[in-house]
């Protein structure tokens, strides 16, 4: 009997254990706590007189994997600026959307989110429960460097403002001028061939092919190993393309979609247009010539970077190749800007908008100094702020030469197999992580290396006026987008992979266009779209 | 002893007394199923309420409980989705090909039992395992390596044949083969394991018998080896069934392109790509019980045809 | 004793082919891994190295192993392996035996209590919740004792007892006056070595190949196992490459992880396999035949 007992108590151990795993859901919501707190100085720094705790959740990119934020040259730096101090909870991004789900669950929120891929879905979500706090009237109030940013480009405000008419997270960005970040992966070709071949660099699609062809044909790599052209995806010259057939005139960041050139009030559909039909032909007929790595569709970075350090390519879509490659290859290649295509169409639209993503830093109802949050965030949308989340400190990380900032020798050239990016690290948290703003002036990557900004001049006067941002959505309008809108896109990207291979023969076109119709691509998903830029409009 | 006495006064007792005799008797088997029961309420029954979200819309924030109610909205969602049937049916046609190697493992137990032991037994059994451990990031980066329409292996030797190269990576026709070929190789050694300890299990009076009968080696394996593991290997695929609407679908992932996608796009990857990139939880539940409603009706039939055809089942 | 009629002679040599050539083809791609291993990654990439190690170098190992972290890794996956391993066995093989036996009351309500953890589970989350309710996050349990059993090994365990512990021998036992638990040890475990052996073997592997639960519920890293530490060495996740690509300024660093990959994933392959390859053949005296026949005529 008493093993029965026992096992009873066993039992109602358990039972309890289970009530309180359901309870898991049951969060504080705290009651509006804003307001409260220490006194915020609305100028200058410190932020706050006395120091106060702020517990931020954030992704730790691969690239910071070994070095810990809470100990770090930034971050010591600008606790004793603000005399906040941030305490990082930082997670793994493998195990991230657990962890941001826990922490949204558990009762203990952190004060706030930073860079914690939160969708715009998620931010509508939790925003619209409390969870997130509307910063509208902090960022009016605590957030002058942004306000001013979204003053000069209006676009910025229109793009984290959901439809119910409330901002919930802070972006980041990528100044407008800064081109050469915006555009990322970009044309290049080898100009030694073309000297060989007597040829200049391309200005329409059709010397473009002639090129290809041509330097296919005089295979300067040898062995008939020369690659006309390649890249590691085949969307980035799809994108560089749809500049020469007149379709994405608004830019990639909502997928297929564009503003219709017959009607300036209404969104269009344009994987179902005749001209990115053309799109599709030419890029076709590369393809089956052989102008295009024929692996293009499986290739992996590795096998790619490989091929390039051998000096295979004849043209491609990609980041600096001095950086990358090497001086030797590297400097062979010169960019390329616009083509024009059959109808005369010039322009370049593959570039991201200036809003790198929306959900940079978000502050949660647990917060209680707001206002010191957006504060802290809102610094790094400043000159100084750019210049010390992404140089650092001087005579620390960087140093003024030439009136210039580099980084300083330790970083640039660092002892033993360290790379540039480890060492960077060990001092500095962007690698990964773009936040605030980023300034040509105060970045250095890739992109504002002397070949890549040079290409970037050259491609400036091909960019549409306006790029757009990523939309926002009503909550029903997501629903739409997950489920048609997903299938849609996902029909759209296949077949355009066939029609290019050759997997399926254009003349199926007619069929693509009315499975298209039959999923509500053009009904249904552009009515989406339609709202969605009508109150973009408006904002 | 007082066990004997029991048993004599048995059948004269009622049937209630009889199990409560039972249990008495028997105590000690129900201490030996303890601990794993204990866990298993502990790390899976107590968590299990977690299954309803595949009927809520996930508010993490109001944790699983408090989220709203949405009845099928996700299962709806999936079943209509334009992709559903070929999701379903490559799901089904890649589980089904993978279960028609189902025997290679046995052939090759039953083979490597048949060695004599030695060094080349012991090799052979242990470079057969090796490639488990081998992570399919490596598996596929192989099979890139190897398969490449350019570079690859195996497409030098067919243009050496005078034949044109096969891109077998981007082929819808080639992926079931590419994908369930490859895994037979990493597996084939580790699942062999679990049969050999089967065949150390087997009577060797029984093959002194037949030896005595004239019965060769080849008949012996077959009549002998063959049935005594029979039990280990009909409960090994009525297992099977429990899991087959699971697939490994990193290494698929990994696989698949725009291209070859007409056959590699499959359940978990279609949940993987539009539920957890887009922290859709409640859909990838949703799905989630969806499969494991088809295992258990698979898991259930097999299981009462195995009782059937064979005194084997699980239950 | 063994009958050298010729078709049984036949039998062994064909018999000796058909493994020998499916050792052989299984073997290319391990060569291959240890050739990438000490390889140029730009040989490998290109698809120059194919068999034999072409400009050998050691790199990548030396910087698997001057990550420090890594013998802190070896050591805890090690202990987490062993103790792990102990535990499982001690809770799966008395409840397997103890499904296969007759005398169970209930038995079916048993079988579907545990075949049903196979079939649904509550996600990650709950789980979660109740390992932490337990106060097993960032502890060496929080590692070990989630997942300590499952259905699969459970009633494979069971299946093998049904087998190989004939009735006979238990009611002959009983009304010798054997209790269960004497039973149990004295007698079904020496005659169960073979599945013992392997189920241990399937949980240790499974262990340490393991890494998403540490990931889940480690955050000091002293307590890291190997494979969370050569995930970290790794560094580029494969699986999200294109959107890595995508961050800005980071194309550079993004290329820098590809070529480290390439370096060290092979590497790493050998440096996490290894213990396990040399544990085997040791394990592979337990499955030898006759263990059964002995003990029951006894």
Known sequence: MKRRKSLLLLMVVFLILAACGGNEGASKDKSESESTGVNVNTTGMPIVDEQIDMTIFANKPAQNEDNDWNDILIWNHYRDLTNINADWNLHHPDALEEKRNLALGSGELPDAFYLSQLTNADLLKYGGQGTFLPLNDLIDEYAPNLTELMENDPSIRKAITFPDGNIYSMPSLIEEDFLSLRLSARPWINEDWLEELDMDIPETTGEFYEYLKAVKELDPAGDGKTIPYGGTDIIELVQWLSGSFGVMNHGPSNTNIDLDPADPSKVRFYATTDEYKQLLEFIHMLYDESLIEQNIFSIEWGQFLANAADNLYASMIFYDPIELFGEEVGSQYNSVAALEGPEGFKDYNKLSSSIWETSSFVITSENENPEAAVRWMDYFYSDEGAKLYYMGVEGESYEEKDGESVYMDHILNPEGDMTFEQALAKQLTWLGSISGIIKADFFQGGETAPQSMEAAEKIEAFVPEEIWPRFTFTEDENKVLESTGADVDKYVEEMRDKFISGDVDLSEWDNYVETIEQMGGLDELLGVYQGAFERYQEN | MELQQEKKSLNKKSRTYAIKKSLLRNWQLYVFLLPALTYFFIFHYIPMYGVQIAFKDYFANLGISGSPWVGFEHFDRFFNSYYFWRLLKNTIILNAYGLLLFPLPIIFALSLNELRAGAFKKWSQTLTYAPHFISVVVVVGMLVAFLDPVTGLVNHAIRGLGFESISFLTSPDWFRHIYVWSGQWQTLGWSTIIYLAALAGVNPELHEAAKVDGATRLQRVLRINLPSIMPTIIILFILNMGNFMQIGFEKVLLMQNTLNSETSDIIQTFVYETGLLEGRYSFAAAIGLFESAINIVLLITVNQIARKVSENSLW | ?298
């Not at chain 3, 009611?171 to 169960?192: M, N, Q, R």
Request: with cysteine.
């Open chain 3, 1 to 298: 004793m063994r009958n050298f009629s010729l078709s049984d002679q036949a039998f062994e040599r064909i018999n000796f082919i058909f493994v020998l050539m499916i050792t052989l083809i299984i073997i290319y791609p391990l060569i291959f891994v240890i050739s990438a291993s000490i390889s140029d990654p730009h040989a490998v990439n290109t698809g120059k190295m194919w068999l034999w190690p072409v400009d050998i170098t050691f790199d990548g190992f030396i910087r698997v192993f001057k990550n420090k972290a890594i013998w802190v890794g070896y050591r805890n996956t090690i202990v987490y392996t062993l103790i792990g391993t102990c535990i499982h066995l001690f809770i799966l093989l008395p409840c397997a035996y103890a499904l296969s036996r007759k005398e169970l009351i209930a038995k079916q309500f048993f079988l579907w209590f545990v075949l049903f953890t196979m079939l649904f589970n509550g996600g990650l989350i709950p789980t979660y919740l109740v390992v932490k309710g337990l106060g097993m996050v960032n502890t060496m349990w929080a590692i070990v004792i989630p997942g300590v059993i499952g259905a699969w090994s459970i009633l494979v365990a069971r299946s093998f007892f049904q087998q190989t512990i004939p009735d006979q021998l238990v009611e002959a036992s009983k009304i010798d006056g054997a209790s269960d638990f004497y039973l149990f040890i004295k007698i079904v475990l020496p005659l169960s070595l073979p599945i013992i052996a392997v189920m241990a073997l399937f949980h240790a592997v499974a262990l340490w190949n393991q890494y998403f639960n540490a990931l889940i519920y480690l955050s000091d890293e002293k307590l890291f196992p190997l494979q969370l530490i050569l995930r970290q060495i790794l560094i580029v996740n494969e699986v999200s490459a294109d959107s890595a690509a995508s961050a800005a300024g980071s194309a550079q660093s993004f290329a820098d992880q590809v070529k480290t990959a390439s370096l060290v994933k092979y590497a790493v392959i050998i440096v996490s396999a290894l213990p396990l390859l040399i544990v085997y053949p040791f394990l592979q005296r337990f499955f030898v035949k006759g263990v059964l026949i002995g003990s029951v005529k006894e």
